[in-house]
Structure formats: C-alpha cells, structure tokens
C-alpha cells in the first residue's frame, strides 16, 4: 500500500559519494536500535507510511486502547518520525541480544574470521573445492564464495548444472552466515563417506557465499550496532558511518527497482532504502556478476526472522506465477511444509518488495530463487524451557539475535538441511524437483471456468516447457474432439511473461460453440519416455454470445449484510438502470450478477467486452454473516473483513486490465477498505489457511498475518486512488478534465433507498510514479458548506488533526489610534471537532514586545475555562510548555498560569460559528494575535477551521480576510518553542471535492451512476465516461 501521493519524504538526498571514500563509523548513540512507543492509530499509519519492513515491528495492546509497538529503526528515521508527531524511545537491550559474538557467532574479516576459515577449508580439500572471490566491499574486504564440484580447480565455473546458498545479504541475520558455513562442511566432509552428498559433489555444483554483505555484517560486530542491516554506503558524504547510511543490497537489483515506494524506499534512513540507482552496490555487481558468470539452476538466499519459505513474485500483491507449480512441490504449504514450523508462501504474502535478488535472478539470470526466512530467537529460545535462553534474552533484538548456542543453531541448520540437499539434487531434473514431503509437479494446470460469454472463446493453461506438442482439445455436447494450436502468453501490460523459466502459460482457442452448447477442454503434450500427457479436464456452458461492448458487473452484495437487504430483493436493484442508461448512452450491454453467477473469469466473461461498469448500488461492503462483526484484540469491529469472493472479483478485474480492459467503478463506497485501512493496507477477506473461513484475529500482532488481505493496492495501482475521505450529502457532480462538458445533479429513487452520505471525496495518486497517476476527473457541487468546507468564497485556513501538534494562525493588529470606548473585536467563523477536552482550540493575545500573553474568552460565549482533561497528569503541559503561561500544573490543575488565562473552545462546534473577542485591552497598542489548536498525544476529532477573518471597531468591519488569494496579515509561523515540530499545521486550503479519478484505463467514481437524479443524466454520464474509455 501507497499512503497516497508519495511516501512521505522525512529526509533529503545528497551525492552518492564514491566508493573508495569509506568513512568511519563514528562513536555516540547514532545508529539502528530497537525502538518502543504507545501509539494511536493515526500514529501507526504515520510509522507505517516511513517505509517500516513488517516483520521489523512488533505490536501489543494496551488497557487505554492505545498500541504498544517495538519497531528497528534507524536513529535518523525515529528523529524524523517524532517530528512527525511519532515519539519513540530506545529499548535497551538484554545483555545477550546486545552480544557482540562471545561463542559461536563470529566475524567475516580478520584472523579467525569466517572468511579465514572457508578459504582454509577449501584448501584443505582442492579437489573438490576452489576459493572464489567474486569482487570486493566497499571498504575493499574480498567478497569470497566457495564453489564444491569433482576437480572444481580444473573445470571452468558453470560448467556443471549448479547451486548457489547465500546469506547475509542483510548483516544483523547472524543465523545465516552459520547455515551456509556449516552446509559447506556438511559437503565438504560427507565427501567420500557420504554416497548421496558424493554423488551430488561428482555431477553439481555446490556454491557456498556465507556473507554476501561482508562491510555489513562486520559492523554489526562494534558496540551499539547489532542490529544493523545495509551495507555502508556513505549516502550524505558526510564521512561518517551513521543512521541516515546504508544501501540494502536486496532492493539494489535492477529486477523492478524503484517500481514503487512501498517495495523499498527513497529515505536514506530507512531499512529498505534502494540506493541511488540499481545495482550501485559493488557487492549488488559481485553477486549479479556471479549469477551472470554460472548460470545457476537454484539459489537458496538465506534470511532471518520469519520461519517462512518464500517464492515468486514479491513486487505485486496475489500474483501466482507458472514456476509456482515447482515450488509448491519443492517447499508445501501451510500444513507441509519442507522446513518444520516454517510457512511457504508467495514472496509478496510477507510484505512487497522490489529491486530484490530473488526476483532478479530469477528473470535476468534464470535461477529458480527461494528465501527461507530462519528461526526468531524467541522460537529458538523456547524449546528447552531449563536452559539459559529465554524471551527475556532476546529482547531488543525484534527476533534477530538469535541466541548464541551451538546446540541450538545446530539443530537450526539441521532442520534446514533436508531442503537444502533436495534442493541441490532438484538441479539435474529442476521442474521435477525432489520433494522431502513427497510431492509432484503436475504436467498441465488449466485455468478453468464454467460460464462464457462469447465465442470464440480463449483459454489459458499453465504447462511444462519441456513438453513437445502442446495442444489444445476439446468437444462441443459430447461430439467429437477438436484440436487447436497452443501458444505462449507474453503477459500483459502490467505483468505475467516472468518467473516461467520451466513451466508458461499458454492460450489456445475454441470456436463453433452456440448459446446453450456445453463445452468440455482438456491439454495434451508430449513427453519424452512417457508418450500423451493429458491435462485435467473443465467443462464450460457458453451463456451468451454477445456483441455488446460493455459488461455490468452488479456488485450490488443483495445477498449480504451491509447493508442488510429484506427479503423482497431477490435481484440486483439498479443492473436495469444500468442498463438502459448505457442504450440510452448508445452502447449495448449485458449483465454479470455477481451474487447469483459468482466471480466472472478474466477470459470466460470479461474477455468479450471492450469495457466494464463496475457497479455497487446500496452495497456498501460485501459480507456474509460471519463478516459483520470481526474478533479482534482491538474489541468486535465492523467494517474489518469481506466475502472472499471480493478478492476473486479484483483480481479478475485486475487481469482484465492487465490485457486491455477498460473499467467504470462507481459506487457510494468504491475505494472504500474499511475500518483497519491505514494499519494493515486493505480490508481482511478470510482466515490465513483458510480463505473462506471467518477472520478472527487473537493478538495485535496478527492484525497483519493471522487473516488475509484484500490490499488496497489495487485502487491505487491500477485506478490511481490514493484514499477516500466520505462526505454527507453533495448536490451534484461536474466533470472536469477527461469528463470535462458533463455534470449531473444528485436525486432519484436511488437516493431514497440509499441516501448519499457517504459519497468519496477521491485523493489522487501522485506523480512520484507516472505509472500510479490518477487525473482528477469531476468535483462535487457542495451546495450548503458542511462543516469543513470554506464557509465564505473557496479558500479557508485548514488544520485537520494531528497528534502532538500546536498549530498556530497569527497576526499583529495596530491599535494605536483605536480607543477602548471603540470596543475592538477580532471576529472570525471558526468550525472544529476535537477530541473532547484533550485537544483544544484557543484564541491567544499579547501585546507586542511584552511577555503578557493570555488565552481570550468568546464574547458569545462559546469558551469555557475548563483545563484539559487529564492536566493533572502532566502529558499536556510537558508537551506544550508554552500553555504553562494559562495552566498551572498541579492535582488540581489550575486555569491560570504564569502569564494570563486559560480559555478554550473542545469537542464539536456543530458547524461553523461566529465568534468574536474583546481586544479593548490593547487599545493604544500593538497586539499580535494567534488562533491555535493545541492537541494531545492520542487521538482527535477532524480538526479545527478558520475563515471569513475581521477586525471590528466601532461596529464597523475592516481588515477582512477569506484567505481567497493568500494569508494576508496572518501567517502561519508553526508551534512555540518546547512543542514538537513537523506534528501537522494550519495550511491555507479549499476543501476536497474530487468526485471521480481517471488513469488512461480506469474511472472511478465517488458515487454511483444511479444516484444521478434523471435517466437523461445517468445516461449523459455514462456516455462520456465510455466515450473516453472505449470509444
């Protein structure tokens, strides 16, 4: 998930220094640490938008409904965060986390060194072994690999099918290095006594890379850096060694790099942080160039801590690919998996990535690529309850540190070992990989449907390479069986042609079928020893043959319980409308109804049109019973989890688009996620495991695992949505840029049923990544302001919330030749809605050159004096010490301070007021003035909003401002001193309108088509809407 526009740039960019200038790491407290916070939501999604890897954070709840959170993070990142309005705090960690190797862990580099030792273990067996270095670091350590093969000195490297293990990519994983030091002995020493690992040695070969990050990982050995995990890449040129420094070599690839910024990140200080260009790193050149060089059948790419196996595509959500076929064989599933307690799962089920290694060497260098992801220490610690490793020694290392025991990282290596020799066997025959769970690779896996809509009609199957005449078969009711020609898909715009090395996908065609006719398909190939292979066969009703451009696709969930339809509707409300206003429109149309018929297929149905309508009608998320209220450590939450089916439908609509397709998504609540939105980046479809069973989540940690995820990367990838904010009630809609000429007005038996207040304000996506762009496409016509819209003209001054922040408005005002008998008065409209008693809107006044400041009282009576709730506690006042001026500190807290007074507006003011403020005080005089609105650590209401700004004397008003073309006299000078900075600020504005978003394939629409008020205009906006689209 994109938060939208672009991630959030916390730090700057500066020149990539070069690689011979390696500066030294210097001393002080600047580094990566392990940090802890009690956050509210909002702050959660702010640490999540920084770009923080998942398995990087740890997460529990709190009694006072907050989040406790331990998070890596680099100092830089937590500095930049807190100015943010995100404090964090180093955890200290436990003497064995903060280890800096006493026992079996030990250095790359240097006498004793691991590097020492591989070198002196393939010398001691030159016959079957040769040290290679394949490049050197950035501070010049040799980047050394072992390769093992039967005269591996005389033979040129590749010359055998070939395996590579490697680890260390990421320096803090210590367990790694060790799993492919003890691997490389494990072969080295079973040679000759050992007849499988001698075999495998005689006709493969074995490579062995233990540190592929050696600067790194060496670093990781100095006193306060354990956990660091990047190279060390000077990326300011400041010539140190600090927290903003730091490539990570596996997002330096040129394989997707930069394809977006939730995959790896443009801050230096993050984690995940791509480096300047792809493949920068030397040691990202050393291994590529290795890769290069062999051509190697399978890598292992070692990591640490998640207990998973990982594969596939990583830079894109739910995407299988045609070698997913080898690896389900190869690694299992949740229930059998390859490795004891470890997961499998498609790379991008942990969390995207791009510019990774796995991915590059797999489509650039043709390697099948796996990431086993080893023990946590806490798992580790656990499994012998009277030995000295307990959760308490971990702490502070978030898993990493894996305890310093040679019994317990031997019995890790053993339990990788199996996969690890199957793996290196599965070379010879490496789309029959052999399995230590017993499994086969399936020759053919057809993508099957039962319902088509034309003819003729394409088909897909996923088939072995290696099969000599593919071939497509099928029989029309039973008759005799025809043959079509197979051919390779390429892939679409977006994605497919990739991660196929030995199995593809392959389309054919079936023709002759009529409306009503059954059609039976099957897939036949040759192999080798064997004869006629045959597929599994699927059978399809071809339902229609049409020639209509567009399809609607009723979503319309009648079936569901948000809302909760009565049993009177049996049918899709507004499909007809639909219908008759795209013949109106001029195009013809037919009907998919998603709660009767199913998700459609991609190619069975959505291939036949030149267009979609997506249409939702009162449908405001789709959900069976079970999805009404979702269990969770966070209370029973509505609007958390949808019928699995609504993942189905997006990924056919996104497969769609991926060849071609043009699609209308229109709907009260499309782009709409739900509630847990911002935290987990979608809204839940089902059980992890289980896809159709009911989410329940038991901790807060499993808030981003123990459920799956419809992602919201859909919108904002494919329909250039960022975000959707809803608004009650807008009038009418008229089309701006692509749908420039229509408007409509809001009306009709539709909003009867379904009153639009809900309707989404659409937030494009930004221009960072052309490819994400969303055009604004149409505004709403607002009709009355609501509450936090200008109340006057178009602009106003916004302060929408933000914890921690002091949001200031200011200006001075000249009194001199204004008498007090003139009674002067700065009035303005003010609208808020804040946290109640917590954050505070306060109007406050000195005369200039003086230190005489007061909060003043609302002449019309909407202040009180009050203190903040929970002043006597002291958060508030620590956190702004400037309100020590009106508050006393104390049980009580007083409203009086060291200077004046404490007067404020909270909760909700109900829309916009006319409030006015006596300055009589200061006639004669100088004053200058600030409208502020003060808020808490935890969370808030909307925020506070200022227009239609006058200074009244003597009844009269002068010195109006609206704000329409710029501040004025105010300005905006950010929080006094001692309040955190950088927390959120008033901002000159208009308010969000944006009623539709266009990209070159897409339209989405913050309403739905039928809550247009007339035919004539549900038909007017259909038509320019497919008129851009198709044509």
């Not at 399936?442 to 003819?455: A, E, H, I, L, T």
């Not at 599994?536 to 209509?548: G, M, Q, V």
């Not at 009709?783 to 949001?807: C, I, L, N, R």
């Not at 809550?1011 to 906006?1021: N, P, R, W």
């Amino acid at each position: 998930m994109i938060m939208f526009a672009s991630t959030l740039l916390l730090l700057g960019s500066f020149t990539i220094p070069p690689a011979s200038a390696v500066p030294k790491p210097p001393a002080g407290p600047d580094g990566v640490f392990v940090y802890t916070g009690e956050l509210t939501s909002e702050q959660m999604a702010t640490l999540l938008a920084s770009g923080v890897d998942r398995e990087e954070m740890r997460i529990a709840k709190r009694a006072d409904g907050k989040v406790s959170v331990e998070v890596i993070l680099a100092s830089a990142l937590a500095d930049a965060l807190a100015g943010q309005g995100v404090v964090l705090r180093t955890q200290a960690a436990s003497a064995r986390a903060a280890q800096q190797a006493d026992g079996v862990f030990k250095r790359y580099a240097g006498a004793g060194g691991i590097r020492e030792e591989i070198v002196a273990a393939a010398d001691a067996k030159p016959a079957i072994a040769k040290v290679v270095n394949l490049g050197n670091s950035l501070n010049g350590t040799p980047i050394t690999a072992i390769k093992i093969t039967k005269d591996a000195r005389r033979l040129r490297d590749g010359s055998r099918p070939a395996i590579l293990y490697s680890a260390a990519q990421h320096a803090r994983e210590w367990i790694t290095p060790e799993m492919v030091r003890r691997l490389l002995h494990h072969f080295l020493n079973g040679y000759g006594s050992n007849a499988e690992l001698t075999q495998l040695v005689n006709t493969t070969e074995l490579w062995f890379l233990p540190v592929a990050n050696p600067d790194g990982y060496d670093h990781t050995f100095t006193p306060g850096n354990r956990l660091w995990r990047k190279n060390l890449r000077d990326n300011d040129g400041d010539g140190q060694i600090t927290s903003n420094d730091g490539v990570d070599p596996n997002r330096n690839f040129a394989y997707k790099w930069r394809y977006d910024d939730e995959g790896s990140s443009s801050l230096f200080s993050s984690q995940t942080y791509r480096g300047a260009a792809p493949q920068s790193e030397p040691e990202t050149v050393a291994y590529d160039n290795l890769a290069k060089r062999v051509k190697f059948t399978y890598l292992i790419n070692y990591h640490s801590a998640a207990m998973l196996l990982l594969y596939g595509i990583s830079w894109q959500q739910a995407t299988p690919a045609p070698d997913d076929l080898i690896f389900e064989a190869l690694l299992g599933d949740d229930a059998t998996p390859a490795v004891p307690t470890y997961d499998p799962d498609i790379g991008a089920e942990l969390y995207t990535t791009n510019g990774d290694t796995d991915g590059h060497t797999t489509n650039v260098r043709g390697a099948l690529s796996i990431t086993p992801e080893m023990s946590t220490c806490e798992s580790a610690a656990a499994k012998y309850p009277d030995d000295e490793w307990t959760e308490e020694t971990c702490a502070g290392g978030l898993g990493f540190t894996f305890p310093d025991d040679e019994r317990l990282i031997q019995e890790e290596f053993l339990m990788n070992v199996p996969l690890a020799v199957a793996t290196a066997k599965s070379v010879h025959s490496p789309d029959r990989p052999v399995s230590v769970i017993g499994r086969t690779v399936p020759d053919f896996k057809p993508d099957s449907f039962s319902v088509s809509y034309g003819d003729p009609q394409p088909v897909a199957v996923t088939a072995r390479r290696s099969l000599g005449a593919k071939a497509l078969r099928f029989r029309i009711n039973g008759g005799p069986t025809q043959t079509r020609s197979l051919s390779e898909w390429k892939g679409g715009e977006r994605y497919g042609g990739e991660n196929d090395l030995y199995f593809a996908e392959y389309r054919g065609t079936v023709s002759g079928a009529r409306p009503g006719d059954k059609v039976e398909v099957w897939f036949t190939g040759y192999k080798p020893g064997t004869g006629t292979v045959s597929s599994s066969r699927f059978t399809y009703t071809l339902a229609k043959d049409s020639s209509a451009k567009v399809l609607v696709v009723a979503n319309e969930d009648y079936t569901g319980f948000n809302p909760d339809y009565p049993p009177t509707v049996t049918a899709p409300k507004y499909a007809t409308t639909y219908r008759q206003a795209l013949k109106a429109a001029g195009y013809g149309s037919e009907t998919w109804d998603v709660d009767a018929q199913g998700v459609p297929h991609h190619l069975g149905v959505l291939s036949h049109f030149k267009g979609l309508v997506w249409e939702l009608g009162d449908n405001r998320l789709s959900m069976d019973q079970q999805d009404v209220v979702t269990v969770t450590p966070l209370g029973n939450l509505p609007d958390a989890d949808v019928k699995r089916s609504q993942q189905d439908l997006t990924i056919a609509v996104r497969d769609y688009l991926n060849e071609g397709g043009k699609l209308l998504y229109t709907g009260e609540t499309a782009a709409y996620y739900g509630i847990l939105d911002t935290i987990v980046g979608g809204i839940y479809y089902g059980l992890d495991g289980s896809p159709d069973g009911d989410c329940v989540v038991t901790t807060i940690q499993g808030l981003f695992d123990e459920c799956l995820l419809l992602a919201d990367d859909f919108t904002q990838y494919y329909l250039g949505v960022g975000g959707r904010i809803p608004r009650g009630d807008p009038s009418g809609f008229t089309g701006t840029g692509p749908l420039a000429g229509v408007s409509g007005t809001f009306g009709g038996p539709a909003l009867a049923d379904n009153p639009l207040n809900e309707a989404g304000v659409l937030l494009p996506m930004g221009t960072d990544f052309p490819r994400f762009t969303g055009t604004p496409a149409a505004d709403y016509q607002l009709g009355t302001p609501g509450p936090f819209d200008p109340v006057e003209g178009q602009w106003y001054v916004a302060g929408p919330h933000a914890d921690d922040s002091y949001m200031r408005l200011t200006r001075t005002i000249n009194l001199q030749a204004v008498t007090a008998a003139q009674q002067p008065q700065l009035a303005f409209q003010l609208s808020f809605n804040t946290e109640p008693g917590y954050d505070n809107v306060i109007v406050e006044a000195h005369t200039v050159g003086q230190d005489n400041w007061t909060t003043l009282p609302d002449l019309n009576g909407g202040t009180d004096t009050v203190v903040p709730t929970e002043c006597e506690a002291g958060f508030y006042l620590e956190e702004h010490p400037w309100l020590l001026r009106y508050l006393t500190p104390g049980n009580p807290c007083t409203p009086t301070g060291t200077t004046g007074s404490w007067n404020r507006f909270s909760g909700n003011s109900n829309g916009w007021q006319q409030v006015a403020f006596d300055l009589s005080a200061y006639a004669g005089q100088q004053v200058e003035v600030s409208i502020s609105y003060v808020t808490d650590p935890g969370t808030g209401g909307v925020g506070a909003f200022v227009d239609d700004t006058r200074l009244v004397v003597g009844g009269t008003a002068t010195e109006s401002e609206g704000f329409e073309t710029g501040l004025g006299a105010w300005s905006i000078p950010g929080p006094p001193a001692g309040s955190p900075t950088g927390a959120g600020d008033f901002a000159r504005d208009q308010a969000d309108t944006t009623a539709a978003v266009a990209t070159k394939d897409t339209v989405l629409l913050g309403f739905g088509v039928e809550q247009l008020g007339s035919a004539a205009e549900q038909a007017a906006a259909l038509r320019k809407v497919l008129r851009y689209l198709i044509g």
